[in-house]
């Protein structure tokens, strides 16, 4: 027979119904559902907490980073609804770029991490859709010259209520770009570089 190891006596989500499910990547998936109110979780199996390409497109959704820090190995589209702290406050990490349209994030805890392996971007392409985080780090571990540009067509804010950290490891060399495209940023904490980063910007951005 088949040896069975129970790792959990329980699982970490609530019970639900008229959930959506699937198996990708050699995982499997519980989407949403209803617990008494309309559920707006995702949960998956497997070690990690790692997607791929991802895209938020739900006006009346909000999605939280529940208990361990969420990771976004390729883009992450912020089409529309609201990544905030609503059920979780982990950390959030994306490695490709990360852009939107009528998409928000709301983040009132944690460290949004964007790591910078070969140039990126960072911002809402069009409208005036605020962005708020608590702490945005932009961070690059890879022995390579790489940059992330704000993004141009958005007129939002990028709100940061703590700090912003800009910082590399290793040989690499990072930019931070905000002069070409001049966004308003707005940081009530410390700006912080370290290693061989940059950050360009305006006068009248910053």
């Known amino acids: 027979g088949v040896d069975w190891t129970q790792v959990l006596t ?3 989500w609530a019970g639900r119904g008229w959930f959506g499910s ?11 559902g209803w617990t008494g109110a ?3 979780d995702i949960w998956h ?31 992450l589209n912020m089409s529309d609804g609201t990544i905030d702290n609503t059920i979780g ?25 964007h790591n910078i392996i070969e140039d990126k971007n960072f911002g809402s392409t069009s409208t005036a859709t605020n962005w708020t985080f608590n702490n945005l780090t932009f961070q690059s571990s890879d022995n390579a010259n790489s940059t992330a540009t704000f993004s141009s067509g958005g007129t939002g804010t990028i709100n ?10 290793g040989g690499s060399q990072l930019t931070v770009d905000n ?6 940023l707005n ?20």
């Open 10 to 12: 329980s699982s970490p």
């Open 22 to 32: 699937a198996a990708f990547k050699s995982q499997m998936w519980v989407i949403g």
């Open 38 to 40: 309309n559920a707006n």
């Open 45 to 75: 199996s497997g070690l990690d907490n790692a997607f791929y390409n991802t895209t938020f497109n739900n006006s009346a959704g909000s999605w939280s980073a529940t208990s361990t820090t969420m990771y976004v190995e390729g883009d």
């Open 89 to 113: 406050t982990a950390n959030i990490e994306a490695r490709g770029n990360v852009q939107g349209t009528a998409g928000d994030f709301n983040l009132t805890s944690g460290t949004f991490i």
């Open 160 to 169: 940061i209520s703590a700090n912003l950290v800009i910082e590399t490891n």
């Open 179 to 184: 002069n070409t495209n001049d966004r308003t």
């Open 187 to 206: 940081v009530d904490g410390n700006v912080t570089l370290s290693g061989s980063s940059t950050f360009q910007t305006s006068e009248s951005a910053l």
